[in-house]
């Protein structure tokens, strides 16, 4: 059973989506870090100063905490247009031109039977 793990743990895949889990939490980190101290900071100042608050989590109304949804929804926005960017030049790096080989026209099949019957003939 353990060897069974071990081939299960360092196959390809399984490495791979380790790696990625890794690389998407610290990308998450730097999303987030743009998201709240300069896309938030940027785009929503003005709102968040008409409603009186420093911080985009702060803001709420009636007790409802709308502020951090807003945050989230822009943060999911921005990783969603990164990722699409992403896996857009991926698939135009993997696409080439489709090269179309065309065989040199040769001797019709008239022609070979043709020179076979000559060279038939010519033999001693």
Do not use: C, H, W
Not at 51 to 58: C, D, F, L, R
Not at 69 to 93: C, P, Q
Not at 105 to 124: F, K, S, V, W
């Amino acid at each position: 059973m353990l060897r069974e793990f071990k081939e299960f743990i360092t196959k390809g895949n399984v490495i791979e989506l380790a790696v990625a889990v890794l690389i998407a939490g610290a990308f998450g980190g730097i999303i987030t870090s743009l998201i709240n101290d300069i896309i938030t900071p940027l785009i929503l100042a003005p709102a968040m100063e008409a409603a009186g608050v420093s911080e985009i989590a702060a803001l709420s109304y009636n007790g409802i905490k709308y502020g951090s949804f807003l945050s989230a929804i822009i943060t999911f926005l921005v990783i969603a247009f990164v990722l699409f960017l992403i896996v857009r030049s991926m698939n135009r790096m993997k696409k080439k031109p489709e090269v179309i080989i065309v065989a040199p026209a040769g001797p019709t099949q008239e022609e070979l039977l043709t020179q076979i019957r000559d060279l038939l003939r010519n033999r001693p």
